[in-house]
T-cell receptor
């Protein structure tokens, strides 16, 4: 196990609702990245947080937002859910950005189903 | 823009045989990092191996080796002596930064089935 924990593991929401997904990063890691993995696809980078600030964003609309807390845990919020938001959401934590590191530690993911 | 291409949606391999999973990439960045991840049915991404774009030697990690051909922009994963537990999805991925795992771009993956 990597020490990165995500909650909840599964979630069912209705179109138009809002959802919050949570990630606790590995001890000593201050960078958290979020990815969306649709069924049958590879993960796509949503955004990254470093020391509580957004540090890069992929091609996702503003209704995808995030937070990072002083203990480096993180939340992913999605507003106005659409059916296409159904996916596995993966969180990855890394040591300090800017230092050599080649192994991101991923959580087990949250499977979101929008109906 | 960066892109990862994995052309093998699925592969069937006999246990104990070696297997090569193909990966080609496209980037205009002068330096980058290449990764392979394994994703079992549980969903967690498991890091396997890393290759920096300026590394002279191919990376190896136990039964995993990365056949890096920079001029061809390929980064194939070789698994020697395959085991039943190797059955999973395998993703090739790239970071726009060498020696960092930031903002990784993934391919669509190859599903590997190891046959007893």
């Amino acid at each position: 196990e990597t020490g990165v924990t995500q909650s909840p593991t599964h979630l069912i929401k209705t179109r138009g609702q809002q959802v919050t997904l949570r990630c606790s990063s590995q001890s000593g890691h201050n960078t958290v990245s979020w990815y969306q993995q649709a069924l049958g696809q590879g993960p796509q980078f949503i955004f990254q947080y470093y020391r509580e600030e957004e540090n890069g964003r992929g091609n996702f609309p503003p209704r995808f937002s995030g937070l990072q807390f002083p203990n480096y845990s993180s939340e992913l919020n999605v507003n106005a859910l659409e059916l296409d938001d159904s996916a596995l959401y993966l969180c990855a934590s890394s040591p300090m950005t800017g230092t050599p590191n080649t192994e991101a530690f991923f959580g087990q993911g949250t499977r979101l189903t929008v109906v | 823009a960066q892109k990862i291409t994995q052309t093998q949606p699925g592969m069937f391999v006999q246990e104990k045989e070696a297997v090569t999973l193909d990966c080609t990439y496209d980037t205009s960045d002068p330096s980058y990092g290449l990764f392979w991840y394994k994703q079992p049915s549980s969903g967690e991404m498991i890091f396997l191996i890393y290759q920096g774009s300026y590394d002279q030697q191919n990376a190896t990690e136990g039964r995993y080796s990365l056949n890096f051909q920079k001029a061809r922009k390929s980064a194939n994963l070789v698994i020697s002596a395959s085991q039943l537990g190797d059955s999973a999805m395998y993703f090739c991925a790239m970071s726009p930064f060498e020696n960092r795992d930031d903002k990784i771009i993934f391919g669509k993956g190859t599903r590997l089935h190891i046959l007893p």
